[in-house]
């Protein structure tokens, strides 16, 4: 009964539906125990031989009148029921939808997005079947079983009723024993079905990396014992869930021997007629749903609860980056950094270090330098996506970036990461995808500024083209540009640009970076790259290395230091030449076979 507890919050909210559910189940089941009670007059006037046609008839349009009035009762209360808890999966999608937006990285490296769908779904359906289906069974089982009980007290003989309900402090025990078990084994499985479920998901969007390995067999094999491994953890359950309806049986079983021997007994004693025990029976047939209802409430009400709690336990894991509360005041001004050290928080060597540099508006830096040295992660910083350890490393006019709301923070930056991550929509929902109402020219226009906006027009259904999940029908180059395009369409204040060319060729990089030096005066520019060419007309470039700055300045005055960037420049020119001049031997038909 826990879970009704700590979905109090719910019952309470919608107690009216609830109130009116159990109402109607009460006249149902009042109008339930009238038959047998009829079907006892009857056969006492069959026996007496007081039984008229007119008197039957009468019984007969009595019982059919209940019938009536049972059926429509029933659709009420369900009504009731399942709409709450329709309302109740709702209620929590949005509330898990809503948590899973506003999380910092940090916590999808925790949890998988297999795990987190599966929160999303089997957990909140098994939750929703407690406050609906399981909320009727409990109330049908006891009203029902308390009515029927009363009414055999009352309206056939108390002894009996108390001979015939023995047995029942067995299954109470033995149900609640199962209970604990079943709890205990359905979240395992449920957890188990989450390591599944991420698994396929993991594989689907990794398909093109297992099949250019040839690890199909090995990753259906991974499969098959994660698949095996659920199949294990839920037949655990389904052998707990057997359980009960065996043990029901018995104990009602004993209950209908017990009244057979007593009742007889009882008729030979003049202590009860043949039609009130023909009633009793009957009623105690009645009492077959409301025990069989009993173990089905327990078992869905377990799973209920194995599943909230899996539920509660996301909802209660707190964001490492907090709101600010003032989410008035626009950013604007210089963009200065000064970090004296930044790590993760489970990490015991600083990422970063020693960085100190101002971005003032309408400059263009350039981060350069090699894997792992820190680039990405200087960018991440500025997005508040990890926060550093003092609210002063990292400023944007006069105040801490931490005195922003996140909304109005994030709202100066186009950002453009690595990783292109477009949308299963056309190309231009992807485009549009902060601006859905954007006209034509303005969605052109910023297709034109990073290039991508021919080969649309050369794809056959242009703008309108499907794209696949993930973009998975375009080529890396074509799914970075539209990433660009998108960024552009809302004109930010800072465009950041994370390695952001490194699948286009350099006479596209060129247009692309001649278009914005165009377009965006007095806008300010961050561009990482792995390729000099990318940045080599920043006002300023900084060469990363270790998690700190190695060397700063312009183009010309990192050529001149002759560091760690004149020489990777000039080893990038020199391949540049020889890729030039291989492709022009090859056009001119004096490749000799050999590949550089």
Same mark, same amino acid.
């Given at each position: 009964?826990?879970?009704?507890?700590?979905?109090?919050?719910?019952?309470?909210?919608?107690?009216?539906?609830?109130?009116?559910?159990?109402?109607?189940?009460?006249?149902?089941?009042?109008?339930?125990?009238?038959?047998?009670?009829?079907?006892?007059?009857?056969?006492?006037?069959?026996?007496?031989?007081?039984?008229?046609?007119?008197?039957?008839?009468?019984?007969?349009?009595?019982?059919?009148?209940?019938?009536?009035?049972?059926?429509?009762?029933?659709?009420?209360?369900?009504?009731?029921?399942?709409?709450?808890?329709?309302?109740?999966?709702?209620?929590?999608?949005?509330?898990?939808?809503?948590?899973?937006?506003?999380?910092?990285?940090?916590?999808?490296?925790?949890?998988?997005?297999?795990?987190?769908?599966?929160?999303?779904?089997?957990?909140?359906?098994?939750?929703?079947?407690?406050?609906?289906?399981?909320?009727?069974?409990?109330?049908?089982?006891?009203?029902?079983?308390?009515?029927?009980?009363?009414?055999?007290?009352?309206?056939?003989?108390?002894?009996?009723?108390?001979?015939?309900?023995?047995?029942?402090?067995?299954?109470?025990?033995?149900?609640?024993?199962?209970?604990?078990?079943?709890?205990?084994?359905?979240?395992?499985?449920?957890?188990?079905?989450?390591?599944?479920?991420?698994?396929?998901?993991?594989?689907?969007?990794?398909?093109?990396?297992?099949?250019?390995?040839?690890?199909?067999?090995?990753?259906?094999?991974?499969?098959?014992?994660?698949?095996?491994?659920?199949?294990?953890?839920?037949?655990?359950?389904?052998?707990?869930?057997?359980?009960?309806?065996?043990?029901?049986?018995?104990?009602?079983?004993?209950?209908?021997?017990?009244?057979?021997?007593?009742?007889?007994?009882?008729?030979?004693?003049?202590?009860?007629?043949?039609?009130?025990?023909?009633?009793?029976?009957?009623?105690?047939?009645?009492?077959?749903?409301?025990?069989?209802?009993?173990?089905?409430?327990?078992?869905?009400?377990?799973?209920?609860?194995?599943?909230?709690?899996?539920?509660?336990?996301?909802?209660?894991?707190?964001?490492?980056?907090?709101?600010?509360?003032?989410?008035?005041?626009?950013?604007?001004?210089?963009?200065?950094?000064?970090?004296?050290?930044?790590?993760?928080?489970?990490?015991?060597?600083?990422?970063?270090?020693?960085?100190?540099?101002?971005?003032?508006?309408?400059?263009?830096?350039?981060?350069?330098?090699?894997?792992?040295?820190?680039?990405?992660?200087?960018?991440?910083?500025?997005?508040?996506?990890?926060?550093?350890?003092?609210?002063?490393?990292?400023?944007?006019?006069?105040?801490?970036?931490?005195?922003?709301?996140?909304?109005?923070?994030?709202?100066?930056?186009?950002?453009?990461?690595?990783?292109?991550?477009?949308?299963?929509?056309?190309?231009?929902?992807?485009?549009?995808?902060?601006?859905?109402?954007?006209?034509?020219?303005?969605?052109?226009?910023?297709?034109?500024?990073?290039?991508?906006?021919?080969? =649309?027009?050369?794809?056959? #259904? &242009?703008?309108?083209?499907?794209? /696949?999940?993930?973009? !998975?029908? $375009?080529?890396? *180059?074509?799914?970075?540009?539209?990433?660009?395009?998108?960024?552009?369409?809302?004109?930010?204040?800072?465009?950041?640009?994370?390695?952001?060319?490194?699948?286009?060729?350099?006479?596209?990089?060129?247009?692309?970076?001649?278009?914005?030096?165009?377009?965006?005066?007095?806008?300010?520019?961050?561009?990482?790259?792995?390729?000099?060419?990318?940045?080599?007309?920043?006002?300023? =470039?900084?060469?990363?290395? #270790? &998690?700190?700055?190695?060397?700063? /300045?312009?183009?010309? !005055?990192? $050529?001149?230091? *002759?560091?760690?960037?004149?020489?990777?420049?000039?080893?990038?020119?020199?391949?540049?030449?020889?890729?030039?001049?291989?492709?022009?031997?090859?056009?001119?038909?004096?490749?000799?076979?050999?590949?550089?």
């Amino acid at each position: 009964m826990k879970v009704f507890r700590e979905l109090s919050w719910f019952l309470k909210q919608e107690r009216k539906r609830y109130i009116i559910a159990f109402t109607a189940m009460i006249v149902t089941t009042f109008c339930s125990l009238m038959p047998p009670k009829i079907i006892g007059l009857v056969i006492d006037h069959i026996t007496n031989k007081t039984l008229t046609p007119r008197l039957l008839v009468m019984y007969l349009l009595i019982i059919f009148g209940l019938g009536i009035a049972v059926y429509l009762l029933r659709f009420i209360s369900r009504m009731q029921l399942f709409g709450a808890s329709a309302k109740l999966g709702r209620i929590l999608r949005e509330r898990l939808y809503a948590k899973y937006t506003l999380m910092s990285p940090s916590f999808y490296q925790k949890y998988r997005t297999g795990d987190l769908m599966a929160h999303a779904t089997n957990d909140i359906r098994a939750v929703q079947s407690s406050a609906g289906i399981g909320v009727m069974t409990i109330g049908d089982a006891l009203i029902t079983g308390g009515m029927t009980l009363a009414m055999m007290a009352i309206t056939v003989s108390p002894k009996l009723t108390l001979i015939a309900i023995l047995p029942l402090p067995i299954l109470v025990m033995a149900t609640n024993y199962y209970g604990r078990l079943l709890h205990k084994t359905f979240k395992e499985a449920q957890a188990s079905f989450s390591e599944m479920n991420d698994k396929t998901q993991e594989s689907i969007a990794g398909i093109k990396v297992i099949k250019s390995f040839g690890y199909e067999v090995d990753d259906e094999e991974d499969f098959r014992k994660l698949s095996d491994d659920v199949v294990s953890k839920n037949m655990r359950v389904a052998k707990i869930d057997a359980l009960f309806d065996p043990t029901i049986q018995l104990v009602l079983g004993s209950s209908y021997l017990l009244s057979m021997i007593f009742g007889a007994m009882m008729i030979m004693n003049g202590e009860l007629t043949i039609g009130a025990l023909v009633t009793f029976t009957t009623y105690l047939s009645m009492l077959v749903w409301p025990l069989l209802a009993l173990g089905f409430f327990f078992n869905i009400v377990q799973r209920g609860h194995a599943s909230y709690d899996r539920i509660r336990q996301i909802e209660q894991v707190e964001n490492d980056i907090q709101e600010s509360s003032d989410t008035g005041e626009k950013p604007s001004g210089n963009i200065t950094f000064d970090i004296q050290a930044f790590q993760f928080p489970k990490d015991s060597t600083p990422r970063l270090h020693d960085i100190k540099f101002t971005l003032v508006p309408g400059m263009t830096i350039g981060i350069v330098g090699s894997t792992g040295s820190g680039k990405s992660l200087l960018l991440r910083l500025l997005l508040r996506e990890f926060d550093t350890a003092q609210p002063s490393d990292i400023q944007y006019g006069d105040k801490p970036i931490r005195d922003y709301a996140l909304d109005q923070l994030r709202a100066q930056f186009g950002y453009v990461p690595q990783e292109h991550f477009l949308f299963s929509s056309t190309i231009r929902g992807n485009i549009a995808f902060s601006q859905p109402d954007v006209t034509d020219d303005v969605l052109y226009r910023a297709s034109q500024l990073s290039h991508i906006h021919r080969d =649309i027009m050369a794809l056959p #259904d &242009g703008y309108d083209t499907v794209v /696949g999940e993930r973009g !998975v029908s $375009l080529s890396g *180059g074509q799914k970075q540009r539209i990433s660009i395009a998108r960024a552009l369409m809302t004109d930010p204040e800072v465009l950041i640009l994370d390695d952001a060319l490194s699948a286009v060729d350099a006479e596209t990089e060129a247009a692309i970076l001649h278009n914005l030096k165009q377009t965006r005066q007095g806008k300010t520019n961050m561009i990482t790259a792995h390729r000099m060419s990318a940045v080599m007309h920043a006002d300023m =470039i900084l060469v990363m290395r #270790d &998690g700190t700055i190695i060397e700063r /300045g312009t183009h010309d !005055v990192l $050529l001149d230091q *002759g560091g760690w960037y004149a020489e990777t420049f000039h080893a990038q020119a020199m391949q540049a030449r020889l890729r030039e001049d291989l492709t022009q031997q090859v056009e001119r038909g004096e490749h000799d076979g050999k590949t550089f």
